[in-house]
């Protein structure tokens, strides 16, 4: 019961980033077509590189921590 409620509190805990991600993901994709409106392409270009970069890192974390075994074995639980 004890593990039970530990793996839903994990669920829990990556459905609010996964969450948090589309709304972030929500938010550069108005920024970038902002920019682009009003003609900066220079500044949407340097905003996506600055996206890039940040998924980079969170990927190479994801990576390191080996969040994709966990998550599989996770959802073997249900």
């Known amino acids: 019961m004890e593990k039970e409620l530990k793996n839903q509190v994990v669920c829990d805990e990556i459905v609010l980033a996964l969450r948090k991600q589309q709304h972030d993901f929500i938010n550069h ?46 959802s073997n639980k249900k």
């Open 29 to 74: 994709i108005q920024v970038i077509q902002a920019y682009l409106q009003i003609g900066k392409l220079d500044r949407a270009l340097r905003y996506l590189d600055g996206i890039a970069h940040d998924v980079g890192a969170v990927d190479r974390i994801i990576n390191e921590l080996n969040c994709k075994n966990m998550c599989r074995a996770l």
